[in-house]
């Protein structure tokens, strides 16, 4: 048993180490191989929950619900209107990019203790990467 996060994919995919294909088709993936489910049987909402569960841990209760509603209220493409865009697709994009963010180490100490990139979970965003979130 490892002492790597459950949620060490979701971090490097936010944090750009996998190429970014479908979104929505690569977390159900990285959720599917988390959690040992068919990503088929995944579905948006099962995304949002772990996602703002990650980002929760990062916030107090007033500034999350603060965010979310930024979120449902405010286009996240300031070229595009909010209505092209479905509301689970902007919320999963705004946790995406505060997890992107969010430290891994701090002054040299672990923060959240993340694995390796696996190119046969997912396509490495460059080939022959090294590691070091």
């Known amino acids: 048993m490892s002492n790597y996060s459950s949620d060490s994919h979701v971090y490097l995919y936010a944090k750009g180490w996998y190429k970014k ?9 990285i959720l599917g191989e988390r959690s040992g489910v068919e990503p088929r049987h995944i579905r948006k ?7 703002s ?3 929760w841990k990062d916030m107090n209760a007033a500034r999350f ?7 449902i ?10 209505e092209d865009i479905p509301v689970e697709d902007r919320i999963i994009e705004a946790l995406l990019r505060s997890i992107s963010l969010m430290p891994v180490k701090s002054n040299g ?4 203790n993340i694995c390796d990139p ?4 997912l ?3 460059r080939e022959g990467i090294a590691y070091g979130v």
């Open 45 to 51: 909402s099962d995304i949002i929950i772990v996602l």
């Open 109 to 112: 100490e672990v923060v959240v």
């Open 73 to 82: 209220n405010e286009p996240i493409f300031p070229n595009r209107e909010k």
């Open 118 to 121: 696996d190119p046969e979970l």
């Open 123 to 125: 396509p490495l965003a």
């Open 53 to 55: 569960n990650i980002v």
């Open 21 to 29: 294909n479908d979104v929505i088709d690569d977390l159900k993936t």
């Open 65 to 71: 619900q603060t965010f979310l509603a930024n979120i």
